[in-house]
């Protein structure tokens, strides 16, 4: 087993049909700046140079879960609601 293998992930378009969330904070009106803790389960398609580096070139999501949203003007963790997509 090589040891000397290098993970450089590759940025990946999100999956088709996931469209990433975007919130506004309650307490301070912020729509910008949030930190999201998220557990995701994915398959990836790791392509391997021949130089050993690696780069995740296909990356599906199968699950995501987000744990926590805080927001980064005012810190308060528990204001956050997810805005829904108004042209609907």
């Keep these: 087993m090589r040891k000397d293998v290098r993970i450089e992930p590759a940025i990946a378009p999100p999956s088709v049909g996931v469209m990433p969330a975007r919130y506004r904070c309650d307490a301070c009106g912020n729509v910008t700046r949030f930190d999201v803790v998220a557990t995701r389960r994915t398959r990836a398609f790791h ?19 987000i744990e926590s949203v805080t927001c980064r ?14 042209s609907s």
């Design 47 to 65: 392509h391997y140079t021949i130089g050993g580096d690696l780069e995740i070139e296909e990356e599906d999501v199968l699950d995501e879960r």
């Design 73 to 86: 003007w005012c810190g308060a963790r528990l204001a956050a609601e997810q805005l829904h997509d108004q």
